[in-house]
């Protein structure tokens, strides 16, 4: 009899600690704030020698187009990208292509800033490349596979998820225009 009482007692006494931390951790799910966006900070060096970071960008919408001169990018998506940059550049809209070819000689990813300057005059596009060749920066925006694509607000903060392994076939201009036009509603 004693027993099964304290069978009865510890049961209780569990199923009663379960219900306490339910309660709270309930609680604590509802009133827990969500954390306020932050701009992620950022410095990269283009092909021409200058940097580009994310202080001298803000302020503008920024659209980061990441990728590497090995990747077999479709003409299509090269086309998307400059079309993108020629339409919205009137609306202040900053177009970067991101090399992730690495500095490195020895790495088999390797692409000096004149193969990166020959890659672009290949597919006629006439934006400035910048350089993360260690990826940091990709990370930082969430990019985990290229091609993608990473659109800033005028706060500096990733508008959006990143667009990661673009569809060889797709409409790059298209796909971004829906995002880049409701940020400029936003931001008018």
Known sequence: MLLKSRRSFTAAAISILFLISSVAFAMRATTKKAAAPTPVEFSLR??????????????????????????????????????????YSAHGVIVYWVSTDSEKPSSRNYASDDQ?????????????????????????????????????????????EPINGLDPDGNLDDQLAKPLDALLKRTK
């Open 46 to 87: 283009a092909v021409d020698g200058q940097r580009v970071s994310s202080d001298e960008v803000r302020g503008q919408v920024v659209v980061l187009a990441f990728g590497a001169s090995w990747l077999p990018i479709t003409r299509k998506q090269v086309q998307g990208i400059r079309k993108l940059a020629d339409a």
């Open 116 to 160: 990166l300057r020959a890659f672009a005059r290949k597919y006629d596009l006439n934006l400035t490349i910048l350089r993360d060749p260690d990826g940091k920066v990709s990370k930082q925006f969430g990019v985990d596979q290229i091609p993608a694509v990473v659109i800033l607000d005028k706060q500096g903060e990733v508008y959006g």
